[in-house]
């Protein structure tokens, strides 16, 4: 492979993340990251479970060398997405041609979500890159005019790879079927099934050495097991910040809509609608137009090397499914390791347009451009919603008590202003106990709109009124963009406590449905 040219991408990537690096909190997970390379303890949730080791191993080594552990990570979300440059190159040159490789690698350089991600201290884009090498390594093994001992060695580094993923992101479960694919192609191929335990083997090793760790950073495998059940059942139970469509058809059309295409190619959707997000817009659609009319003349199985067409297929289609059904469709995040196909099949449909498709290509790395600096570039010059939110309720009402019931929200206001009384809420009883348990209620309480609207309860809407917003890029606080604080009205305190009281059973049935 002709290094220079990806490297040069990988450049390109690299250098136009930089200006706009994340430099605070924003939301619940990259502060646990933040924490957790201060002082790893998986019990505290520093980071919360499943731990994340292989990647706040990394991340340890990168917070060494910078003194803020936000600007950190997302310097190590700039450095993988756009190393991933290297893996994505070799696939698609290895599948096509060096020409269409050229293309997806610099529209991945500019690709919105990659921006987004790309600048924020979260495990996806550097979980990404060990994805997409996975892959690159897989379609190695699976080639059948190569080398046994390449291909062996190869296989072997591919369940290294395995083990490392699900180090960073278990999410990435369903990427597992490439690693399968390339063990059977390989042992039907060459019968040497002693390099196929080797790498089986080697895969586990991998995994079990970074659980080991967890399980000794808890401090034993009952604690462990334990503290698995409880965030599990947690996470799949609380409310706030989920989408929450009325059937399957609606939730398609949402993820398809605001996912793939606002959030993941730049086009139109809410304040998202320059003309360069419009242009996006029809230059996808020439290029699904395009791929649709050449797929259907193509002949699949005749073309290339069937094994790599199978592995790819692998690749898709097990984690869409995946990501639609068993992944918050609300984050744009879980899509990610699927953007590289996406961009790499509207690359081939605008190809298909012939002595157009430079002027076509062109246009489209342009407008994503412009799209992806848009998207990222307030986060690091504005605080994010969560963080405007903690500044409020810590300068509000000096001299006077309050408390904040929050949901997610707590994490963030916890860790820049430890003092303010905050309150997490998993559920109404934690919020009755707790009002319930003054003689006197604080001088203020408030609420966020997260926890108003998850008792799903109209009535205690009459007691409160809204005392602040707190807004931001729906791209990059895609769950909390958008933040109501209310507080509790003066004159009817009595009153809200009195319906607490005696309307809890009512609210309570009414969260249970």
């Keep these: 492979m002709n290094v220079l040219l990806p490297f040069g991408i990988a450049c390109l990537a690299f250098v136009i993340r930089l200006p706009f690096l994340a430099h605070g909190p924003a939301g619940w997970d990259d502060v646990d990251f933040a924490l957790g390379v201060d002082n790893y303890d998986l019990s505290l949730m520093q980071p919360h479970f499943p731990g994340y080791p292989v990647y706040m191993l990394v991340a340890i080594g990168f917070a060494r060398l910078i003194a803020n552990p936000f600007l950190a990570l997302s310097l190590l979300s700039a450095l993988a997405n756009a190393c991933t440059v290297f893996p994505l190159y070799s696939i698609v040159k290895r599948c096509s041609h060096q020409r269409t490789a050229v293309w997806v690698a610099v529209l991945w350089a500019v690709n919105p979500l990659g921006m ?101 950073n808890v401090g034993s495998l009952t604690g462990f097991w334990r503290l698995a059940a409880a965030f599990t059942e947690g996470h799949f139970s609380d409310w706030g910040g989920a989408y929450t469509g009325s059937d399957a058809g609606e939730r398609l059309l949402y993820w398809i809509g605001r996912q793939w295409f606002a959030a993941g190619l730049g086009a139109p959707w809410n304040e998202q609608n320059s003309w360069f997000s419009c242009l996006i817009l029809i230059l996808v659609c020439a290029g699904i137009t395009g791929g649709g009319i050449a797929a259907g003349k193509t002949r699949w199985l005749q073309t290339g090397n ?182 509790v009205r003066q004159d009817k305190r009595q009153e809200w406590i009195r319906l607490i009281k005696t309307g809890q059973q009512q609210v309570h049935d009414s969260m249970r449905r």
Excluded at 197 to 207: D, E, G, H, Q, T
Excluded at 333 to 339: A, C, G, V, Y
Excluded at 425 to 435: E, G, T
């Design 116 to 216: 987004v991600l790309g600048t924020q201290p979260l495990s996806d884009s550097f979980g990404n890159l060990l994805a997409v090498w996975l892959v690159a390594a897989s379609l190695v093994v699976v080639d059948p005019g190569l080398a046994e001992k390449k291909r062996a060695l190869v296989l072997v580094f591919s369940g290294i790879l395995l083990g490392l993923l699900y180090g960073v992101r278990i999410s990435y479960l369903p990427l597992g079927a490439v690693f399968a694919w390339a063990l059977y192609v390989y042992g039907r191929d060459t019968r040497r099934y002693g390099d196929v335990v080797s790498a089986i083997v080697s895969s586990l090793l991998v995994n079990l050495l970074w659980l080991y760790g967890l399980v000794l």
């Design 306 to 487: 069937k094994e790599h067409i199978v592995l790819l297929f692998l690749w898709i289609v097990p984690y869409l499914l995946w990501a639609f059904f068993a992944q918050n469709v609300e984050k744009p995040r879980h899509i990610l390791p699927l953007m590289i196909p996406l961009i790499w099949g509207i690359v081939w449909g605008l190809q298909q347009w012939r002595r157009f498709s430079p002027i076509l290509l062109t246009a489209l790395a342009a407008s994503t451009a412009a799209v992806g600096v848009i998207q990222v570039r307030e986060q690091p010059v504005t605080d994010s919603p969560m963080a405007q939110l903690a500044h409020y309720v810590a300068q509000a009402d000096r001299g006077e008590s309050s408390i904040i019931y929050t949901y997610e929200e707590e994490r963030v206001i916890r860790y820049l202003y430890p003092s303010v009384t905050t309150v997490r809420l998993r559920k109404w009883s934690d919020f009755q106990a707790s009002i319930l348990s003054y003689s006197v209620l604080p001088d203020h309480v408030y609420l966020t709109d997260r926890v108003l609207d998850g008792f799903h309860n109209e009535q205690l809407k009459e007691y409160v009124k809204e005392a602040a917003r707190f807004r931001g890029n729906e791209w990059l606080y895609p769950t909390y963009h958008d933040i109501v604080l209310y507080e």
